[in-house]
Structure formats: C-alpha cells, structure tokens
C-alpha cells in the first residue's frame, strides 16, 4: 500500500461530496472551507456539473441543474481544487460524468494536474475503459477510483481492483443516490474483504449515507464514508441558514 492508501486507512476519513458551484461558487467554497476547518471532512469530491447524472437522485440532480446555470465548467472545478488544495492541503478527488472529461481527456487530466487535484471519480466509466486512459492518468498524476456494487460479480471486482489506484467506492445498495432509512452494513462488511483480497487498497462506502450513525457504522466495516445527498439538501431545505444546519 502506497502512502496514499495508508494515509487513507489510518485516518479512516468523512468523505464529502460538493456540487462545485452550488448554490453559487463562493458558496460551495464556503460549504467545503466550514466542513473541513471543522474537522468534519478529510477528503472533498469536487462535483462537475453535467446535464444527465444518471447515477444521482433527485437531490444531487437539483444541485447540478443549478451549477450548470451558473455557468461552471471544469475550468471552475479545477479553480476550486486548486484553492481548497492551498488553504487545507487535503486530499481532493475531481467526480465527474465521463461524456465532458472524455470530449477533451489531456486538456481535463491538465486543468486537474495543474490545479493540483488527487484524482478522479467518474461514476459511469468502465474497468476496460480505466485500462485505456490509465496512460494519461499516470502522465498527469492522477489517481482514479473504482466503483464496486453489492451485485458485481468475483471477477469483475478482481478486475476493478486491478486497475484501481485511488480507492474503491462500495456502493451501499442498489439505484442512484440519496438517503437511505437502512444500509445492511453486515453484508458490507463482506464484500469489503473480498476487495481485500485482491489488493490492500483502501473502501469507503457511499450512497445512502444520511447521519452521523451511518457515517460510524460505515467507518466500522470500512476505511472510510462517504456523504453527498445528505448534506445538498441540508442546503436546498436551508437557503439562508445551511452552514448552521
């Protein structure tokens, strides 16, 4: 395990996810500044706007339709990075659609790289594809996360592991995401030591991650949680008040 993979496991982080540009720039700026000055998130997903997120709900869906009408692009993503990266030094992960970062791969790996981003999420890429670009990855120092399911087959997730070098996200439950009432964290907890055996990269788990509780109970049969949903409608359900909330 590199020292990314041990930084990752020792600190066991809150992974949080922000629609860059939501509700405004400055504000989304303002949202990760409060998470991680309060010790709250140690690694930020930076979201880039697109118009057809399929694997999000309704929720994450809301909060891109508005960043897309403020007008963000990558280059503002990257800017975002770029500054979080100089206040806080954390770890950053850009999380994407691949339709826009495929239109023009070494101009997106080059706004990431020169902004000082870790790496990338993309939600709908697939292992085959990850081989294909994992040059250019490597080229522009980027690391890329695979996507487990509770349904992905042995040696689907020996192949995802593989030609992972980031972490692997372990998809909660089946469908988009959004809060959840219950996550079978015991089953979780099983598909974890799978991956493992594979390769000693870190697991976090997201989709559907909706308190603290289920942030502890994720930390507990992972090395990590991720939230996104859960905190854009604290936003949405709170316009003038959110960073209280």
Same mark, same amino acid.
């Given at each position: 395990?590199?020292?990314? /993979? !041990?930084?990752?496991?020792?600190? #066991?982080?809150?992974?949080?996810?922000? @629609?860059?540009?939501?509700?405004?720039?400055?504000?989304?700026?303002?949202? +990760?500044?409060?998470?991680?000055?309060?010790?709250? +998130?140690?690694?930020?997903?930076?979201?880039?706007?697109?118009?057809?997120?399929?694997?999000?709900?309704?929720?994450?869906?809301?909060?891109?339709? !508005? +960043?897309?009408?403020?007008?963000? @692009?990558? #280059? =503002?993503?990257? *800017?975002?990075?770029?500054?979080?990266?100089?206040?806080?030094?954390?770890?950053?992960?850009?999380?994407?659609?691949?339709?826009?970062?495929?239109?023009?791969?070494?101009?997106?790996?080059?706004?990431?790289? =020169?902004?000082?981003?870790?790496?990338?999420?993309?939600?709908?890429?697939?292992?085959?594809?990850?081989?294909? &670009?994992?040059?250019?990855?490597? *080229?522009?120092?980027?690391?890329?996360?695979?996507?487990?399911?509770?349904?992905?087959?042995?040696?689907?997730?020996?192949?995802?592991?593989?030609?992972?070098?980031?972490?692997?996200?372990?998809?909660?439950?089946?469908? @988009?995401? /959004?809060?959840?009432?219950?996550?079978?964290?015991?089953?979780?907890?099983?598909?974890?030591?799978?991956?493992? $055996?594979? *390769?000693?990269?870190?697991?976090?788990?997201?989709? /559907?991650?909706?308190?603290?509780?289920?942030?502890?109970?994720?930390?507990?049969?992972?090395? /990590?949680? &991720?939230?996104?949903? +859960?905190?854009? $409608?604290?936003?949405?359900?709170?316009?003038?008040?959110?960073?209280?909330?």
């Amino acid at each position: 395990m590199d020292n990314f /993979g !041990k930084w990752f496991v020792n600190t #066991k982080p809150t992974i949080v996810y922000l @629609t860059v540009g939501f509700p405004s720039f400055e504000e989304s700026l303002e949202v +990760a500044r409060f998470l991680i000055s309060n010790g709250f +998130a140690q690694l930020i997903e930076a979201g880039i706007p697109f118009s057809d997120p399929i694997a999000d709900g309704e929720v994450i869906q809301l909060s891109t339709q !508005k +960043a897309i009408e403020n007008g963000i @692009t990558l #280059k =503002d993503v990257g *800017k975002f990075v770029g500054i979080l990266k100089k206040e806080f030094g954390i770890p950053i992960f850009a999380m994407g659609y691949y339709n826009p970062i495929f239109s023009d791969l070494e101009r997106s790996f080059s706004i990431l790289r =020169d902004n000082e981003c870790d790496g990338l999420i993309i939600p709908d890429i697939n292992v085959e594809e990850i081989r294909r &670009i994992k040059p250019l990855l490597r *080229k522009y120092g980027l690391r890329i996360v695979g996507f487990v399911a509770p349904n992905t087959s042995e040696d689907r997730i020996r192949r995802i592991v593989r030609h992972t070098n980031g972490f692997i996200y372990l998809v909660s439950s089946y469908g @988009t995401t /959004g809060v959840r009432d219950s996550i079978d964290f015991s089953y979780l907890r099983d598909i974890v030591v799978r991956i493992k $055996r594979y *390769k000693d990269l870190p697991v976090a788990i997201g989709f /559907g991650i909706r308190n603290i509780e289920m942030v502890e109970r994720a930390k507990e049969v992972s090395d /990590g949680a &991720i939230l996104g949903s +859960a905190i854009i $409608r604290l936003i949405l359900s709170n316009p003038g008040n959110y960073v209280r909330k």
